[in-house]
């Protein structure tokens, strides 16, 4: 059987909401979701938009991520971008 491996690739994803966990009191976890960025109304003609790049071939999106690491709780903020980048392991 022939394997293909994938090639390296790279999303631009953005920080749609924080859900803290527990509701009250301190959180212990929080659940991060991810959306691919988008922009509202017309990009430029030109193709000279990065968000307009990413979404040309990666139309729409989402991902949910739960962390418990004590150093990162609080360090996330609705509109945060980042690239995440997919490597064959």
């Given amino acids: ?3 293909k491996r994938m090639t390296t690739m790279r999303a631009k994803v953005r920080v749609t909401s924080i859900k803290k966990y527990p509701e ?3 959180a212990t976890q929080e ?16 193709g000279s938009d ?14 949910s991520l739960t962390i418990a ?14 690239y995440l980048d997919f490597k064959p392991v």
């Fill in 69 to 82: 690491n004590p150093a990162l709780l609080g360090k996330f903020s609705v509109g945060d971008t980042f």
């Fill in 31 to 46: 659940t991060l979701t991810f959306n691919f960025p988008a922009k509202d109304g017309a990009y430029p003609a030109d």
């Fill in 50 to 63: 990065e968000d307009q790049q990413f979404a040309k071939f990666s139309p729409a999106g989402a991902l």
């Fill in 1 to 3: 059987m022939e394997t």
């Fill in 24 to 26: 009250e009191g301190e």
